[in-house]
């Protein structure tokens, strides 16, 4: 089943386990070569900035225009991440939220910098995330520049997009081997400090005020406070409730 951007969170996992074998600082300046000129106010990004959508690089995510950075990005650019990582700021890094696909794929874009000798670019999420797991079947798609598209583009059956959730759900160990550093979940789950709404994290959805009240008059049985999740343009949802050591995948195109 197509991800969308369930995709997104897939990949603030790599840069977990990246963050775990001490080769990722998220507070650390994205690694992007064109933002190291000096002067280029770009240069502040940090991975922290990009995980919680708040780089403050001008995008438009309208998906209904087919001229918008998003569906050029997508569809268009020979490589997505350096389409992403070349429009310029209309906001000071980590001040204003806004959930653009472009930054996942400026994250995907920067990893390769981030790299020891025996592993490969290509071999990241397989090698840190769909082997432990047993992800058989999990595909993630190249640009023609053989970037990832971390926004978008990974395929994966039922199953396998809910062993990545439980990895989540168990605070990122699975079968007994840690493979998100401690504290990651908690992160990932804390809401962005630009997003006023609080219902972001770090690349992954949160409840907020809103959605608590329409839970609380729709069913009383609402989420446990500690329930995040994953979503997708097409409806796809990854519940994650820790506290309950559960994890739901729905794919339905019914999702309104």
Known sequence: FPGWSLTKRVFN??????????????????????????GDPRGTISYDH???????????????????????MLFAAR????YAAARPLDAAPGTVWRYTSGT??????????????NLRYLDLPRR??????????AVVELDEATTFIAS??????????ARF???FAADGVWEGRRLL???????????????ASGQYGAHFWLQHAEARELAARATAYPLPDDAFFAGGFAGQRITIVPSRGTVIVRLGYTLD
Do not use: C, K, Q
């Open 152 to 161: 978008s583009y990974m395929h994966a059956t039922a199953r396998d997009w």
């Open 128 to 137: 840190l995330l769909f082997e432990p797991l047993g992800m058989a079947s």
């Open 104 to 117: 996942s794929n400026v994250l995907a874009e920067a990893l390769r910098e981030h790299l020891p000798a």
């Open 50 to 72: 990009l995980l919680r959508m708040s780089s403050g690089l001008a995008f438009s995510e309208r998906y209904e225009d087919p001229f918008s950075d998003v569906t050029t």
């Open 13 to 38: 996992a790599v840069a977990g386990a990246m963050v775990a074998r001490g080769l990722l600082d998220v507070h650390e300046p994205v690694r992007i070569a064109a933002w190291r000129a000096p």
């Open 181 to 195: 550093p401690e504290g990651w979940v908690a992160y990932s789950r804390t809401s962005a400090p630009a997003d």
């Open 79 to 82: 490589g997505a991440g350096a």
């Open 165 to 167: 959730g439980a990895l």
